[in-house]
Protein backbone atom coordinates (compact mmCIF):
# COMPACT_ATOMS: atom_id res chain seq x y z
CA UNK A 1 0.00 0.00 0.00
CA UNK A 2 2.76 2.50 0.61
CA UNK A 3 4.38 1.30 -2.14
CA UNK A 4 1.23 2.25 -4.42
CA UNK A 5 1.01 5.08 -2.40
CA UNK A 6 4.75 6.30 -3.36
CA UNK A 7 3.90 5.54 -6.67
CA UNK A 8 0.85 7.45 -7.58
CA UNK A 9 2.85 10.39 -5.71
CA UNK A 10 5.79 10.00 -8.51
CA UNK A 11 3.09 9.76 -11.00
CA UNK A 12 1.01 13.32 -9.48
CA UNK A 13 4.64 15.10 -9.38
CA UNK A 14 6.34 13.88 -13.39
CA UNK A 15 2.75 15.27 -14.24
CA UNK A 16 2.86 18.47 -12.13
CA UNK A 17 5.86 19.12 -13.86
CA UNK A 18 4.95 18.49 -17.33
CA UNK A 19 2.26 20.70 -17.00
CA UNK A 20 5.09 23.75 -16.51
CA UNK A 21 7.02 22.70 -19.26
CA UNK A 22 6.41 24.69 -22.52
CA UNK A 23 5.19 22.52 -25.33
CA UNK A 24 7.06 23.49 -28.36
CA UNK A 25 6.14 23.43 -31.96
CA UNK A 26 8.87 21.65 -34.37
CA UNK A 27 11.91 23.42 -35.39
CA UNK A 28 10.51 26.71 -37.18
CA UNK A 29 13.37 27.50 -40.06
CA UNK A 30 13.51 31.07 -40.56
CA UNK A 31 16.05 31.73 -42.89
CA UNK A 32 14.13 32.72 -45.94
CA UNK A 33 12.56 35.72 -43.88
CA UNK A 34 13.38 38.98 -45.97
CA UNK A 35 15.04 42.05 -44.17
CA UNK A 36 13.27 45.40 -44.27
CA UNK A 37 14.74 48.31 -44.87
CA UNK A 38 12.35 49.93 -42.74
CA UNK A 39 13.29 50.57 -39.29
CA UNK A 40 11.63 51.83 -36.18
CA UNK A 41 14.61 53.56 -34.78
CA UNK A 42 16.98 55.85 -35.75
CA UNK A 43 20.59 55.28 -36.04
CA UNK A 44 23.20 57.13 -34.54
CA UNK A 45 27.06 56.76 -34.92
CA UNK A 46 29.14 57.31 -31.54
CA UNK A 47 33.12 55.67 -32.46
CA UNK A 48 34.57 53.76 -34.24
CA UNK A 49 37.43 50.94 -33.27
CA UNK A 50 38.92 48.12 -35.03
CA UNK A 51 37.52 44.95 -35.57
CA UNK A 52 35.61 45.07 -32.26
CA UNK A 53 34.38 41.34 -30.90
CA UNK A 54 32.07 42.65 -27.32
CA UNK A 55 30.63 45.71 -26.01
CA UNK A 56 29.07 45.20 -22.12
CA UNK A 57 27.58 48.03 -19.92
CA UNK A 58 29.11 49.80 -16.82
CA UNK A 59 26.63 50.46 -14.10
CA UNK A 60 27.09 54.15 -15.02
CA UNK A 61 26.28 53.90 -18.75
CA UNK A 62 29.49 53.76 -20.23
CA UNK A 63 30.68 50.44 -22.30
CA UNK A 64 33.72 48.10 -22.13
CA UNK A 65 34.86 47.34 -25.42
CA UNK A 66 36.95 44.70 -27.02
CA UNK A 67 38.86 44.53 -30.39
CA UNK A 68 40.15 41.05 -31.44
CA UNK A 69 43.86 42.61 -32.22
CA UNK A 70 43.77 42.84 -28.67
CA UNK A 71 42.64 46.51 -27.54
CA UNK A 72 40.26 46.97 -25.03
CA UNK A 73 38.45 50.20 -24.11
CA UNK A 74 36.27 52.41 -21.51
CA UNK A 75 33.70 54.49 -23.78
CA UNK A 76 31.51 57.09 -22.92
CA UNK A 77 27.82 57.33 -24.68
CA UNK A 78 29.39 60.48 -26.75
CA UNK A 79 32.33 58.72 -28.01
CA UNK A 80 35.08 59.26 -25.50
CA UNK A 81 37.63 56.55 -25.96
CA UNK A 82 39.89 55.41 -23.35
CA UNK A 83 42.26 52.26 -23.82
CA UNK A 84 42.65 50.03 -20.89
CA UNK A 85 46.00 48.80 -19.89
CA UNK A 86 47.27 45.29 -18.72
CA UNK A 87 45.07 43.24 -21.50
CA UNK A 88 46.98 39.88 -21.71
CA UNK A 89 48.78 39.12 -24.70
CA UNK A 90 46.32 37.29 -27.32
CA UNK A 91 47.08 35.24 -30.78
CA UNK A 92 44.88 37.45 -33.12
CA UNK A 93 44.64 35.75 -36.05
CA UNK A 94 41.89 34.39 -38.01
CA UNK A 95 38.37 34.18 -35.74
CA UNK A 96 41.26 34.33 -32.47
CA UNK A 97 41.75 36.88 -30.44
CA UNK A 98 40.55 38.93 -27.48
CA UNK A 99 36.97 38.14 -27.44
CA UNK A 100 34.22 38.55 -24.76
CA UNK A 101 34.11 40.94 -21.32
CA UNK A 102 31.56 40.94 -19.14
CA UNK A 103 31.37 42.75 -15.60
CA UNK A 104 31.22 40.45 -12.20
CA UNK A 105 27.74 40.17 -10.73
CA UNK A 106 29.44 41.55 -7.73
CA UNK A 107 30.89 44.32 -9.35
CA UNK A 108 30.08 47.56 -7.82
CA UNK A 109 31.95 46.56 -4.73
CA UNK A 110 34.69 44.33 -6.50
CA UNK A 111 35.47 46.01 -9.65
CA UNK A 112 35.66 42.87 -10.98
CA UNK A 113 35.26 41.69 -15.06
CA UNK A 114 35.77 38.27 -16.81
CA UNK A 115 37.25 38.23 -20.26
CA UNK A 116 38.42 35.31 -22.94
CA UNK A 117 40.63 35.26 -25.24
CA UNK A 118 42.59 32.89 -27.47
CA UNK A 119 46.56 32.74 -26.28
CA UNK A 120 49.73 30.94 -28.10
CA UNK A 121 50.00 27.72 -26.62
CA UNK A 122 52.69 24.59 -27.62
CA UNK A 123 49.81 22.84 -29.62
CA UNK A 124 48.80 25.98 -31.50
CA UNK A 125 46.14 27.83 -29.44
CA UNK A 126 43.55 27.79 -26.41
CA UNK A 127 41.23 29.47 -24.85
CA UNK A 128 41.22 31.28 -21.49
CA UNK A 129 38.71 32.35 -19.22
CA UNK A 130 40.27 35.15 -16.85
CA UNK A 131 39.44 37.60 -14.75
CA UNK A 132 40.65 40.78 -13.42
CA UNK A 133 40.24 43.90 -11.33
CA UNK A 134 39.07 46.63 -13.05
CA UNK A 135 40.54 50.29 -12.39
CA UNK A 136 39.52 53.37 -13.91
CA UNK A 137 40.53 56.87 -12.43
CA UNK A 138 41.87 60.34 -13.60
CA UNK A 139 45.55 59.38 -14.35
CA UNK A 140 44.52 55.28 -15.41
CA UNK A 141 42.96 52.19 -16.87
CA UNK A 142 43.75 49.60 -16.19
CA UNK A 143 42.93 45.79 -15.43
CA UNK A 144 44.91 44.61 -12.05
CA UNK A 145 45.51 41.15 -11.02
CA UNK A 146 44.54 39.35 -13.54
CA UNK A 147 44.05 36.07 -13.41
CA UNK A 148 43.40 32.81 -15.85
CA UNK A 149 40.51 30.85 -13.68
CA UNK A 150 39.88 28.35 -16.99
CA UNK A 151 41.79 27.22 -20.22
CA UNK A 152 41.36 24.70 -22.66
CA UNK A 153 43.08 21.35 -22.64
CA UNK A 154 44.70 20.38 -24.56
CA UNK A 155 45.24 23.40 -26.71
CA UNK A 156 45.01 23.17 -30.57
CA UNK A 157 42.39 23.77 -33.41
CA UNK A 158 41.58 26.59 -35.81
CA UNK A 159 38.92 29.33 -35.26
CA UNK A 160 35.53 28.50 -33.72
CA UNK A 161 36.48 29.88 -30.39
CA UNK A 162 33.05 30.36 -28.69
CA UNK A 163 34.08 32.31 -25.45
CA UNK A 164 30.84 33.73 -24.29
CA UNK A 165 30.09 34.41 -20.71
CA UNK A 166 26.68 34.74 -19.29
CA UNK A 167 26.45 35.05 -15.54
CA UNK A 168 22.98 33.06 -13.79
CA UNK A 169 20.40 35.27 -12.66
CA UNK A 170 21.40 34.52 -9.01
CA UNK A 171 25.01 35.80 -9.85
CA UNK A 172 26.91 32.68 -8.23
CA UNK A 173 28.07 30.59 -10.92
CA UNK A 174 28.81 31.45 -14.60
CA UNK A 175 28.57 29.70 -18.10
CA UNK A 176 30.99 29.57 -20.69
CA UNK A 177 30.61 29.08 -24.29
CA UNK A 178 33.45 26.60 -26.07
CA UNK A 179 33.43 26.16 -30.10
CA UNK A 180 34.28 22.86 -31.81
CA UNK A 181 37.87 25.21 -32.80
CA UNK A 182 37.22 23.51 -36.45
CA UNK A 183 37.47 20.26 -35.30
CA UNK A 184 34.32 18.61 -35.39
CA UNK A 185 34.37 15.23 -34.23
CA UNK A 186 35.81 16.63 -30.69
CA UNK A 187 31.88 17.87 -29.92
CA UNK A 188 31.14 14.71 -29.20
CA UNK A 189 34.11 13.59 -27.30
CA UNK A 190 33.22 14.48 -23.19
CA UNK A 191 37.03 14.69 -22.80
CA UNK A 192 37.30 17.64 -25.03
CA UNK A 193 36.58 21.08 -24.24
CA UNK A 194 35.33 21.36 -27.52
CA UNK A 195 31.82 21.65 -28.93
CA UNK A 196 30.24 22.39 -24.80
CA UNK A 197 28.52 24.96 -22.98
CA UNK A 198 30.72 24.65 -19.90
CA UNK A 199 29.19 25.55 -15.84
CA UNK A 200 31.80 26.86 -13.29
CA UNK A 201 31.52 28.80 -9.91
CA UNK A 202 33.20 32.14 -10.17
CA UNK A 203 36.41 31.13 -9.34
CA UNK A 204 36.75 28.70 -12.09
CA UNK A 205 35.72 25.25 -9.90
CA UNK A 206 33.16 22.98 -10.80
CA UNK A 207 29.56 23.30 -8.98
CA UNK A 208 28.50 20.52 -7.33
CA UNK A 209 24.86 20.30 -9.32
CA UNK A 210 26.71 19.47 -12.85
CA UNK A 211 25.42 16.78 -14.52
CA UNK A 212 28.76 14.74 -14.15
CA UNK A 213 30.58 16.87 -11.39
CA UNK A 214 31.98 14.34 -9.52
CA UNK A 215 34.14 13.31 -12.72
CA UNK A 216 35.86 16.41 -12.52
CA UNK A 217 37.83 17.37 -15.22
CA UNK A 218 36.15 18.56 -18.56
CA UNK A 219 33.36 15.96 -17.79
CA UNK A 220 32.60 17.31 -14.65
CA UNK A 221 32.23 21.34 -16.04
CA UNK A 222 30.20 20.18 -19.00
CA UNK A 223 26.95 21.66 -18.93
CA UNK A 224 25.68 20.54 -22.41
CA UNK A 225 27.68 18.92 -25.59
CA UNK A 226 27.47 18.86 -28.94
CA UNK A 227 27.95 22.85 -30.26
CA UNK A 228 29.79 24.13 -33.31
CA UNK A 229 30.33 27.63 -33.13
CA UNK A 230 27.98 29.35 -30.13
CA UNK A 231 28.63 33.12 -30.80
CA UNK A 232 25.60 34.21 -28.40
CA UNK A 233 24.42 33.14 -24.49
CA UNK A 234 21.66 35.07 -22.48
CA UNK A 235 19.25 34.80 -19.92
CA UNK A 236 15.96 35.24 -20.74
CA UNK A 237 13.71 37.58 -18.19
CA UNK A 238 11.86 34.04 -17.06
CA UNK A 239 15.60 32.25 -16.51
CA UNK A 240 15.59 29.73 -19.14
CA UNK A 241 19.06 29.72 -20.86
CA UNK A 242 19.54 30.24 -24.51
CA UNK A 243 22.21 30.07 -26.88
CA UNK A 244 22.77 30.53 -30.31
CA UNK A 245 25.49 28.83 -33.01
CA UNK A 246 26.38 29.45 -36.01
CA UNK A 247 26.03 25.86 -38.61
CA UNK A 248 27.90 24.88 -41.59
CA UNK A 249 26.32 25.41 -44.82
CA UNK A 250 22.98 26.00 -43.48
CA UNK A 251 21.30 25.45 -39.88
CA UNK A 252 22.07 28.07 -37.56
CA UNK A 253 20.33 27.40 -34.76
CA UNK A 254 18.47 29.14 -31.76
CA UNK A 255 18.66 26.58 -28.46
CA UNK A 256 16.76 26.61 -25.28
CA UNK A 257 20.15 24.70 -22.98
CA UNK A 258 18.99 22.61 -20.58
CA UNK A 259 21.23 21.01 -18.22
CA UNK A 260 22.89 17.55 -19.31
CA UNK A 261 21.34 17.67 -23.16
CA UNK A 262 23.27 17.07 -26.25
CA UNK A 263 22.61 19.06 -28.96
CA UNK A 264 23.63 16.70 -31.72
CA UNK A 265 26.84 18.67 -33.65
CA UNK A 266 28.66 17.13 -36.02
CA UNK A 267 26.26 13.91 -36.26
CA UNK A 268 23.38 15.67 -36.77
CA UNK A 269 22.39 19.17 -38.53
CA UNK A 270 19.59 21.28 -40.61
CA UNK A 271 22.68 22.40 -43.11
CA UNK A 272 25.64 20.43 -44.47
CA UNK A 273 28.64 20.30 -45.13
CA UNK A 274 30.42 22.90 -46.87
CA UNK A 275 31.54 20.30 -49.55
CA UNK A 276 27.22 19.47 -50.32
CA UNK A 277 28.14 16.30 -48.44
CA UNK A 278 24.76 15.78 -46.52
CA UNK A 279 23.83 15.71 -42.30
CA UNK A 280 21.24 13.71 -41.17
CA UNK A 281 18.71 16.22 -39.85
CA UNK A 282 17.57 16.88 -36.20
CA UNK A 283 14.84 15.01 -37.05
CA UNK A 284 15.82 11.83 -37.77
CA UNK A 285 18.03 11.43 -34.20
CA UNK A 286 15.28 12.43 -31.37
CA UNK A 287 17.77 11.55 -28.88
CA UNK A 288 19.69 14.98 -29.52
CA UNK A 289 17.83 18.22 -28.60
CA UNK A 290 16.74 19.99 -31.54
CA UNK A 291 16.91 23.74 -32.29
CA UNK A 292 13.58 25.92 -31.19
CA UNK A 293 14.53 28.24 -34.30
CA UNK A 294 16.85 27.65 -37.08
CA UNK A 295 17.77 29.37 -40.32
CA UNK A 296 18.75 27.87 -43.55
CA UNK A 297 20.20 29.88 -45.39
CA UNK A 298 22.37 31.41 -42.76
CA UNK A 299 22.19 34.09 -41.08
CA UNK A 300 25.82 33.95 -38.71
CA UNK A 301 24.35 34.92 -35.77
CA UNK A 302 26.71 36.61 -32.98
CA UNK A 303 25.66 38.79 -30.04
CA UNK A 304 22.63 37.68 -28.23
CA UNK A 305 20.51 40.03 -25.58
CA UNK A 306 17.52 39.99 -24.45
CA UNK A 307 15.39 43.09 -24.35
CA UNK A 308 14.31 44.65 -20.99
CA UNK A 309 14.36 48.16 -21.38
CA UNK A 310 11.62 51.10 -21.63
CA UNK A 311 12.45 52.77 -25.22
CA UNK A 312 11.31 50.12 -27.20
CA UNK A 313 7.85 48.39 -24.86
CA UNK A 314 6.94 46.56 -27.48
CA UNK A 315 10.00 44.37 -27.81
CA UNK A 316 9.95 43.42 -23.91
CA UNK A 317 11.20 39.88 -23.66
CA UNK A 318 12.38 39.90 -27.40
CA UNK A 319 16.27 38.02 -28.21
CA UNK A 320 17.86 40.15 -30.34
CA UNK A 321 20.92 38.90 -32.35
CA UNK A 322 23.64 40.59 -34.45
CA UNK A 323 23.29 38.62 -38.24
CA UNK A 324 26.98 38.94 -39.75
CA UNK A 325 25.89 36.91 -43.01
CA UNK A 326 22.75 38.96 -43.36
CA UNK A 327 23.76 42.16 -41.93
CA UNK A 328 20.97 42.76 -40.14
CA UNK A 329 19.51 43.30 -36.24
CA UNK A 330 17.17 40.15 -36.25
CA UNK A 331 14.75 40.56 -33.37
CA UNK A 332 13.14 36.83 -32.05
CA UNK A 333 10.02 36.89 -30.14
CA UNK A 334 8.19 33.97 -28.16
CA UNK A 335 4.52 33.12 -28.13
CA UNK A 336 2.85 32.19 -24.90
CA UNK A 337 3.70 28.90 -24.88
CA UNK A 338 7.41 29.72 -25.06
CA UNK A 339 7.68 29.51 -28.36
CA UNK A 340 10.25 31.69 -30.27
CA UNK A 341 10.43 32.63 -33.75
CA UNK A 342 11.55 35.18 -35.80
CA UNK A 343 9.71 38.17 -35.68
CA UNK A 344 11.74 40.61 -37.85
CA UNK A 345 14.86 41.50 -39.45
CA UNK A 346 16.52 44.85 -40.03
CA UNK A 347 18.81 45.83 -42.70
CA UNK A 348 21.60 47.30 -41.29
CA UNK A 349 23.95 47.20 -44.23
CA UNK A 350 27.15 46.50 -42.28
CA UNK A 351 27.55 42.86 -40.25
CA UNK A 352 26.20 42.96 -36.81
CA UNK A 353 29.01 41.45 -34.17
CA UNK A 354 27.11 42.35 -30.88
CA UNK A 355 24.18 44.14 -29.57
CA UNK A 356 23.96 45.68 -25.53
CA UNK A 357 20.86 47.08 -24.23
CA UNK A 358 21.80 50.59 -21.92
CA UNK A 359 20.57 51.41 -18.42
CA UNK A 360 18.51 54.06 -20.21
CA UNK A 361 17.03 51.31 -23.09
CA UNK A 362 18.61 52.22 -25.82
CA UNK A 363 19.88 49.79 -28.47
CA UNK A 364 23.81 49.39 -28.70
CA UNK A 365 25.28 47.79 -32.09
CA UNK A 366 29.29 46.97 -32.88
CA UNK A 367 29.84 45.95 -36.24
CA UNK A 368 32.41 43.58 -37.93
CA UNK A 369 35.04 45.17 -39.79
CA UNK A 370 38.42 46.47 -39.71
CA UNK A 371 37.25 49.98 -38.74
CA UNK A 372 33.68 48.90 -37.18
CA UNK A 373 31.04 51.67 -36.15
CA UNK A 374 29.92 51.92 -32.64
CA UNK A 375 26.11 52.65 -32.90
CA UNK A 376 23.34 53.79 -30.72
CA UNK A 377 19.31 53.18 -31.54
CA UNK A 378 16.51 54.84 -30.08
CA UNK A 379 12.81 55.08 -31.40
CA UNK A 380 12.17 57.24 -34.39
CA UNK A 381 9.12 58.72 -32.33
Not at 52 to 69: I, N, S, Y
Not at 209 to 223: F, L, M, R
Not at 229 to 245: D, R
Not at 263 to 276: A, E, K, R, T
Request: net charge neutral; proline share 8%.
Amino acid sequence: MVASVGRITSLAFVAALALQWPAYAESINAGNRPASAERPFKTQTIAQFDTPWALTFLPDGRMLVTEKPGGLFVVTQTGEKREISGVPKVAAEGQNGLLDIAIAPDFATSSLVYLTYVEQDAGGTRLVLAKAKLTLAQDKAQLDDLTPIWRQTPGGGGGQPGGIIAFDPQGKTLFLTVGDRMQPQTAQDPKQARGKVLHLNLDGSIPSDNPDASKGGIEGETWTTGHRNPYGLAFAPNGKLWLNEMGPRGGDELNLIEKGKNYGWPLVSNGDQYSGEPIPRHSTRPEFAAPLVYWTPVIAPAGLVFYEGKMFPQWKGSALIGGLRVKSLVRVSFDAKGQPDEADRFDMQARVRDVAVAPDGAIWLIEDSKSSKLMRLTPKS
